[in-house]
């Protein structure tokens, strides 16, 4: 399953609200995942099965969709938000991940 | 606290051999599956393994599979990736990453390993 996420880099300020979309070859349910990497860094559990947020996380991220489009939500965005998100299909085998997006500072 | 800390990386010579490990420590490790994920420099996450609870069950990537061998060790709450017959394209950062859920294995994983960097080249 090809997972392709939009865009592939994004500009925003501290404050705003940014939405990543990320759209599966064929349905997946709601078996999407999203992850945060920082330069240098393992990735971050953000969010799992669509919608629900990880333990711990800040409700600032929020998760939607299901078939084959799905979307990560950003608001009020703070400067450690900046960094490469990934979306991750867990549908079937192979887990495949979307290319990631980079959130850069404006 | 959930540890998970990586060990094994290195520079091998194509065709080589190497294996990376996993150390486990903050839950409960027999109970949960586990995975290996890697990301080639400067690219994004690529999947490469995965391993059941108890060992039984194995998954692999079809560019790794009869040349990579995913294993635990239970009693020492170890995890690894034996990679042979390595080439130039499986050089990356590999993590070890622990499954969400106890039990089932669900391809979706929560706390990461600190990763360690594989380098394929003569």
């Known amino acids: 399953i090809q997972m392709t996420q939009s865009p592939s880099s994004l500009s925003a300020s501290v404050g705003d609200r940014v939405t990543i979309t990320c759209r599966a070859s064929?349905?997946?349910?709601?078996?999407l995942n999203w992850y945060q990497q920082r330069p240098g860094k393992a990735p971050k559990f953000l969010i799992y099965a669509a919608s629900s947020l990880q333990s711990g996380v800040t409700s600032r991220f929020s998760g939607s969709g299901s078939g084959t489009d799905f979307i990560l939500t950003i608001t009020s965005l703070q400067p450690e938000d900046f960094a490469t998100y990934y979306c991750q299909q867990s549908y079937s085998t192979p887990p495949t991940f979307g290319q990631g997006t980079r959130l850069e500072m404006k | 606290e959930v540890q998970l800390v990586q060990s094994g990386g290195g520079l091998v010579k194509p065709g080589g051999s190497l294996t990376l490990s996993c150390a486990a420590s903050g839950f409960t490790f027999n109970s949960f599956s586990m995975n290996w994920v890697r990301q080639a420099p400067g690219k994004g996450l690529e999947w490469v393994s995965s391993i059941s609870s108890s060992g039984t069950y194995v998954y692999y990537e079809d560019s790794v599979k009869g040349r990579f061998t995913i294993y635990r060790d239970n009693a020492e709450n170890s995890l690894y990736l034996r990679m042979s017959s390595l080439r130039a394209e499986d050089t990356a950062v590999y993590f070890c990453?622990?499954?969400?859920?106890?039990?089932?294995?669900?391809?979706?994983?929560?706390?990461w390993g600190q990763g360690a960097l594989v380098t394929v080249s003569s």
């Open positions: 990453a622990r499954d969400y859920r106890t039990t089932l294995t669900t391809f979706t994983v929560d706390y």
């Open positions: 064929q349905s997946i349910g709601s078996d």
